[in-house]
């Protein structure tokens, strides 16, 4: 029935995270953390040089803001991590995980989290999270289009969402 087939889906919900080059020193010890969430298990990942155009195009909702261009420099300051997550709700856990956007405001209001412990500011944050569904869609195409693919059309009859 659907609240078998919703219960699947979320089950089976992939999130994309990006270890951003400020956190590559300490890239261990996130992964460290990833691990500490039992119902996490790291599915895909990935070394990348982001190259400045990709990473316009990752961050594109944020084009018109002021922050835009330096948000670009630091992403393509050094090398990322990207990776696919798997569990139930993913997405919300990996968010909590996180903490807010700013480090600063992390070690105030969520002292454990990746941003806590591994971030700076708001703009140096050690982490990306996907925010939503569509998002990491979105994100996981961006990175994994060719793993994504070869995972979907294994024989389980999985929805387009449960399959990313
Ligand atoms: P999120 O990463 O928590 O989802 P977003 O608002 O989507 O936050 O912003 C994307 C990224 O842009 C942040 O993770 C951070 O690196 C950077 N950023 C966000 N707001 C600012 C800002 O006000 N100044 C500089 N960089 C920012």
């Known amino acids: 029935d659907t609240r078998t087939a919703a219960a699947v889906a979320c089950y089976r919900q992939s999130t994309f ?22 119902t996490l298990r790291i599915a895909d990942m990935r070394l990348v040089a982001l190259q400045p155009s990709m990473a316009r195009l990752f961050y594109a909702e944020h084009s018109q803001r002021t922050f835009f261009e330096d948000l670009v420099s630091y992403v393509t300051s050094g090398p990322i991590l990207a990776m696919r997550l798997v569990g139930p709700d993913a997405i919300k856990v990996w968010r909590e995980a996180l903490g807010p956007t700013d480090s600063n405001e992390a070690r105030r209001s969520a002292p454990g989290s990746v941003r806590a412990l591994f971030g700076t500011d708001k703009q140096r944050n050690a982490a990306h999270g996907s925010d939503s569904r569509e998002a990491a869609g979105r994100e996981l195409a961006f990175f994994f289009k060719d793993t994504v693919d070869g995972i979907c059309s294994t024989s389980e009859p999985l929805t387009e969402l449960s399959c990313l």
Do not use: L
């Open 17 to 38: 995270v990006m270890i951003k080059p400020d956190a590559m020193q300490r890239a261990g010890e996130v992964i460290s953390r990833i691990e500490e969430i039992a």
